[in-house]
């Protein structure tokens, strides 16, 4: 139980890696405040985790939206009584031929990705300054920001600025105790990798399934990574081992990309 006493803040919580990391977080002893735009997902995941035991509060909030954000900051440490660990983990994947991306695309996976990850950070950091603090901030890339994977294109664009924003955040809060990481995880079971593999399927003609089949046969350790593989990294990430790491993109995907 590393995080007793510590409050952990994660985005896009509701489902998925963001629900896996937040059960994981509980269990080592943290607070959650999960934050999602879905309401009904967010009550489910409330429901699963106040039955662990798990001391939770959810908030409706949309990443893009900078002051949403601060808010649910504020909230956070109103509600749960301190704010200790940022985990912007809320994403959407984009499947599109470089040559057909639209300008509405572009915008509206960059606003997510990339605009809801910085909004994270700034948020995050202001106010672990104006509590003194010395927290963390951990936040989602992938194997496509440190590899580009075709019809990927604006999705890569994405995870590759994050491991940028994590690099100069790490580098301009260092002062001030704060950590700033990011996890990069690979093919992942949930329901964005079923969202990807239809829209493969769409695009190529492959069967459904067979997408996905094949990113899994590139796997060295010869299995799809699930939520709480992810969850492992991050609960590291979160925790007082990792007090000295900071500004580093980790690749945590069983084998397929290596750096």
Same mark, same amino acid.
């Given at each position: #139980? ?23 977080l ?18 489910? &995941? ?15 909030? *949309?990443v ?6 601060i ?13 200790? =660990? ?24 960059? &606003?997510?990705?990339?605009?809801? @990850? ?12 104006? *509590? ?7 936040? &989602?890339?992938?194997? &496509? ?8 294109g ?7 600025? %994050? ?5 100069v ?8 105790g =704060?950590? @700033? ?5 690979? @093919? %992942?079971?949930?329901? #964005?990798?079923?969202?990807? *593999? ?10 459904k ?9 590139? =796997? ?22 990792? *007090?000295? #790491? ?9 084998? #397929?990309?290596?750096?």
């Amino acid at each position: #139980m590393t995080l007793n006493g510590k409050t952990a803040l994660v985005t896009g919580g509701a489902r998925g890696i963001g629900l896996g990391i937040a059960q994981r977080l509980a269990a080592d002893g943290a607070a959650i405040a999960l934050v999602d735009l879905n309401a009904a997902d967010l009550s489910e &995941a409330e429901s699963q985790l106040s039955k662990s035991g798990a001391k939770v509060i959810t908030i409706t909030a *949309d990443v893009t939206d900078r002051q949403q954000v601060i808010d649910a900051i504020d909230s956070t440490v109103d509600q749960l009584g301190g704010f200790d =660990i940022m985990i912007n983990n809320a994403g959407i994947a984009q499947v599109q031929p470089i040559s057909e991306i639209t300008e509405a695309e572009m915008d509206k996976i960059h &606003a997510v990705n990339v605009k809801g @990850v910085l909004w994270g950070i700034q948020a995050a950091a202001a106010r672990f300054k104006k *509590d003194g603090t010395k927290g963390k901030i951990i936040s &989602a890339s992938s194997i &496509a920001g440190h590899d580009g994977f075709p019809m990927l294109g604006a999705y890569c664009s994405t995870k590759f600025a %994050v491991r940028a924003l994590t690099q100069v955040a790490a580098k301009e809060f260092a002062p001030d105790g =704060i950590t @700033v990481n990011a996890y990069c995880p690979g @093919v %992942v079971g949930t329901d #964005m990798w079923t969202e990807i *593999d239809a829209r493969f399927s769409d695009l190529t003609g492959a069967k459904k399934g067979a997408t996905f089949d094949k990113f899994v046969g590139s =796997i060295a350790l010869g299995r799809a990574q699930t939520a709480e593989d992810v969850a492992s990294l991050v609960s590291y990430l979160a925790g007082p081992d990792s *007090d000295y #790491m900071t500004g580093q993109a980790i690749l945590i995907d069983g084998g #397929m990309v290596y750096r």
